[in-house]
């Protein structure tokens, strides 16, 4: 099966650190500039990041810049979202979406996405 499966969500402290993991299943994510999303209770999805194919660029927003830090490892066919000095603002449902662009240029977001992973929550909370 084709999908992209998100992991290592859960509670955590204001100040406190989780690596998210998106891992590719059923095909390789080499030729996938790959985003990270997040949709937090009653808003609208947010673009986090987006890692090109290289994993030479990436880009943030402006409310996760220099706390998140995207990459990619081809070795294991993933893509990783460390998020420290989290506060309760950054609780959502996080996501990651795999484009076939092969940089972010700039982006948040893409009018194609090939694949989609599932979701895994986020919860900032003391």
């Known amino acids: 099966q084709l999908q992209l499966v998100e992991s290592g969500g859960g509670l955590v402290q204001p100040g406190g650190s989780l690596r998210l993991s998106c891992a590719a299943s059923?095909?390789?994510?080499?030729?996938?500039?790959i985003l990270w999303f997040r949709q937090a209770p009653g808003k609208e999805r947010e673009g986090v990041s987006c890692?090109?194919?290289?994993?030479?660029?990436?880009n943030y927003a402006d409310s996760v810049k220099g706390r998140f830090t995207i990459s990619r490892d081809s070795s294991k066919n993933t893509v990783y979202l460390q998020m420290n000095s989290l506060k309760p603002e950054d609780t959502a449902v996080y996501s990651c979406?795999?484009?076939?662009?092969?940089?972010?240029?700039?982006?948040?977001?893409?009018?194609?996405?090939?694949?989609w992973g599932q979701g895994t929550r986020v919860t900032v909370s003391s």
């Open positions: 979406a795999a484009t076939r662009y092969r940089v972010c240029s700039g982006r948040l977001s893409f009018n194609k996405y090939y694949y």
């Open positions: 059923g095909f390789t994510l080499d030729y996938y500039s």
């Open positions: 890692i090109s194919v290289s994993g030479g660029s990436a």
